[in-house]
């Protein structure tokens, strides 16, 4: 027996007052996010990667936080690299609201949807998140229709992406933690300094104004009472340029706890992990790009990418 003509799951003003009332509630009960297409600008159709990709555009809609007690995922963890976060999120957002701020602008012509790869920047935690997948049948047809997109997303890992989007909050937060610099300190009494400080080392007192450098602590962990590792982002001097960065055995004072410090060593991708230059290389026939890599990649032996028949 067909289904009843007479009553129809696909009249146009249910839906759209469905819609409404999703766009209603999100609004209510969602945050403010700003939604970050990805721009690939150098794609690789052999190994189907994208070595380059900017970000410069920005859309401020809202969305919900399908995660209400917490984030997701494996949470904070400790790991050989150090401090290791894998926080995910679901979010969702009307089909509407997407289609009238980003998808008019979609370089996808065809079928513009939220796309894998692309960001969401939550201000509430400054956190990027990365789409790593978009279902767009949950719910399943309400009404004949599909009002929302749910994503699901890990937390973003920069990697030398480019940020100009415009927004000073999102293109300066991508400045702070983009680069980090890790530095062991050495302290007294078990006062460590506080992750999202400020840190500041006087370089040079003879100048007036003195020579200052300093950055703010992203990440700490401890190793002793005394001993503990920080990674500083947005370095920045006062005084003078002439200094760039935080320098060996130099004391380096916090501004919100107020500790104080020796700095032990200063890493630098120009040393390995004793503080040893990298020595070159004269087969590797170009000396900068050997110095660089050889923190990644094994340039003494005949095959820096390894061959199981040698043994090393």
Same mark, same amino acid.
């Given at each position: ?9 696909? %009249?146009?003003? +249910? =839906?759209? @007052? ?25 794609? $690789?159709?052999?190994?189907?990667? $994208? ?6 555009? /920005?859309? @401020? ?5 399908? #995660? ?24 969702? %957002? ?13 370089? !996808?012509?065809?079928?513009?949807? &939220? ?18 997948? %978009? ?6 047809? =309400? ?15 920069? !990697? ?48 007036? &104004? !003195? ?20 990674? %500083? ?7 003078? #340029? ?41 087969? /590797? ?12 990649? $094994?340039?003494? +032996? /005949? #095959? ?9």
């Amino acid at each position: 027996m067909p289904r009843n003509v007479y009553f129809s799951q696909a %009249v146009k003003s +249910e =839906q759209h @007052l469905y819609e409404d009332l999703i766009i209603e509630s999100l609004g209510i009960y969602g945050q403010d996010v700003y939604y970050i297409p990805r721009t690939i600008v150098n794609r $690789d159709s052999v190994l189907n990667d $994208d070595p380059a990709s900017t970000f410069d555009d /920005a859309y @401020l809609m809202e969305m919900y936080i399908d #995660n209400p007690e917490g984030f997701d995922g494996a949470g904070d963890l400790y790991s050989k690299f150090g401090l290791d976060i894998k926080d995910e999120a679901t979010f969702i %957002v009307s089909r509407r609201r997407w289609d009238d701020k980003v998808g008019t602008f979609s370089d !996808n012509v065809e079928n513009p949807r &939220p796309m894998e790869g692309d960001l969401i920047f939550l201000p509430m935690t400054n956190n990027f998140f990365e789409i790593s997948f %978009v279902e767009d049948e949950q719910p399943f047809y =309400q009404l004949s229709n599909l009002p929302v997109y749910t994503m699901k997303c890990s937390l973003f890992e920069y !990697n030398d992406e480019d940020f100009e989007t415009g927004i000073v909050d999102i293109d300066d937060n991508v400045s702070q933690v983009g680069y980090q610099l890790p530095i062991d300190v050495t302290i007294s009494g078990g006062t460590h300094f506080e992750v999202g400080e400020i840190v500041r080392q006087t370089v040079d007192s003879s100048v007036t &104004p !003195n020579v200052i450098v300093f950055g703010e602590v992203q990440q700490r962990t401890k190793s002793s009472d005394i001993l503990s590792k920080i990674w %500083v982002s947005n370095i920045g001097t006062t005084g003078s #340029n002439l200094a760039k960065t935080f320098t060996q055995g130099g004391t380096i004072t916090g501004d919100t706890s107020t500790y104080s410090g020796t700095i032990a060593k200063v890493y630098s991708d120009l040393t390995d992990t004793t503080g040893t230059s990298w020595s070159t290389d004269e087969q /590797a026939q170009n000396i900068e790009f050997e110095i660089d890599a050889d923190g990644f990649i $094994d340039f003494s +032996e /005949a #095959n820096p990418f390894g061959d199981p028949s040698e043994t090393y």
